[in-house]
């Protein structure tokens, strides 16, 4: 789900596309304005393709380069478009790994043992 083809996402649909728990979703949503959704009457989060960007670079920061939340809202503030691109930038090289490893273990499967 790289594409973000919808107006609106559920927030179980964007933990799963970012591989964090709901929980994780709503304490960054605290820390972090700027990834909040709209909610309706009932209180059902609503995600904007906005604001998973924003909850992606977020991840970026805080799981992948292990900042702690301080340290990435002042990244965020300082230089927004620098952590967006990098975080794309990582995300389009996991895909590419993953496609590549696929590969390798189709040929691994393939070729006889001994060669």
């Known amino acids: 789900m790289d594409s973000l083809d919808k107006k ?3 927030i179980r649909e964007v933990s799963e596309l970012l591989g ?6 709503r304490f960054w949503e605290g ?11 009932k209180g059902t989060r609503f995600y904007t393709p906005r604001n998973i960007e924003k ?5 970026y920061l805080v799981k992948q380069k292990g900042l702690k939340i301080e340290a990435a809202r002042e990244q965020m503030r300082i230089n927004a478009d620098g952590v967006s691109r ?4 990582v995300r389009r090289l996991q895909g590419v790994r993953a496609r590549l490893q696929l590969m390798l273990d189709a040929i691994t499967r393939r070729t006889p043992s001994g060669y």
């Open 8 to 10: 609106y996402y559920k």
């Open 20 to 25: 964090v728990p709901p929980s994780t979703l």
């Open 31 to 41: 820390c972090f304005p700027d990834t909040a959704p709209m909610r309706n009457d």
């Open 55 to 59: 909850l992606r670079m977020v991840h």
């Open 86 to 89: 990098r975080a794309d930038a």
